[in-house]
């Protein structure tokens, strides 16, 4: 759904270890989804993205995982660096119907690596 | 570069005056999406134009707060009587309009009212 002015949550994750962050949408009929990083002071970045069509898509150290039967995301993030701390945002773009066709956003979850 | 563009990068004023935020789109892209956020808080929608149509401002606070996007030109975002609870960074994302595709952001611009 879409973001409120809420206090994000926050994960603490060791250096080397993996990291799982996850992500709920509200739209049943949402069909492509995008992961967002924001770095401090900096807008938000594409990572990956994925289509209902599929239920895992694989980028260089991140994976994007899809269950659509209970609308839920999430990305993983393999051999967790410092420079992977920042704010990851989950996003739905649905492409079921005509007309404009609006991003939103969920609150997104702050990732803090610890070295 | 033909990213989001943002200007100012940071800008600061006096409570009430006016605060202008401008943003160019990608190429090719004709819908313009404005975000608010809050130091360690989420981004929070606040517009959502298309060339010359305000399609969604079901964010937008209703007094002081205005949005275009005019034919010619980068889309605005106008804060009016800034009060310092409007200091936040503002970011803008373009896209195509078309499902299934993404949003691309700009750096923010960053506004301080003193």
């Known amino acids: 759904g879409e973001s409120v002015g809420l206090h994000l949550p926050t994960l603490s994750v060791q250096e080397g270890d993996n990291s799982i962050i996850n992500c709920a949408y509200s739209?049943?009929?949402?069909?492509?989804f995008i992961w967002y990083k924001q770095e401090s002071g900096k807008g938000p970045q594409f990572i990956i993205d994925i289509r209902s069509n599929m239920d895992k898509r694989q980028g260089q150290r991140v994976t994007v995982l899809l269950n659509k039967t209970v609308k839920h995301l999430s990305l993983q993030i393999a051999a967790t660096q410092p420079g992977d701390s920042a704010v990851y945002f989950c996003?739905?773009?649905?492409?079921?119907?005509?007309?404009?066709?609006?991003?939103?956003f969920g609150i997104g979850t702050k990732l803090q690596v610890i070295p | 570069n033909a990213g989001v563009m943002q200007n100012p990068r940071h800008l600061v004023r006096r409570r009430g005056q006016e605060a202008r935020l401008r943003c160019s789109p990608m190429?090719?892209?004709?819908?313009v999406y404005w975000y608010r956020q809050l130091p360690e808080e989420g981004l929070k929608f606040m517009v959502y134009?298309?060339?010359?149509?305000?399609?969604?401002e079901s964010g937008m606070p209703k007094e002081r707060f205005s949005a275009e996007f005019p034919k010619e030109g980068p889309s605005i975002l106008r804060i009016q009587q800034v009060v310092r609870g409007d200091s936040a960074a503002y970011f803008c994302?373009?896209?195509?309009?078309?499902?299934?595709?993404?949003?691309?952001f700009g750096q923010g611009t960053r506004l301080t009212v003193v």
């Open positions: 994302a373009s896209s195509d309009g078309q499902g299934g595709t993404e949003a691309f």
């Open positions: 190429k090719g892209h004709s819908h």
């Open positions: 134009l298309q060339k010359e149509n305000i399609i969604d």
């Open positions: 996003a739905e773009n649905p492409s079921n119907s005509g007309g404009y066709q609006k991003v939103t």
């Open positions: 739209n049943s009929a949402s069909d492509y």
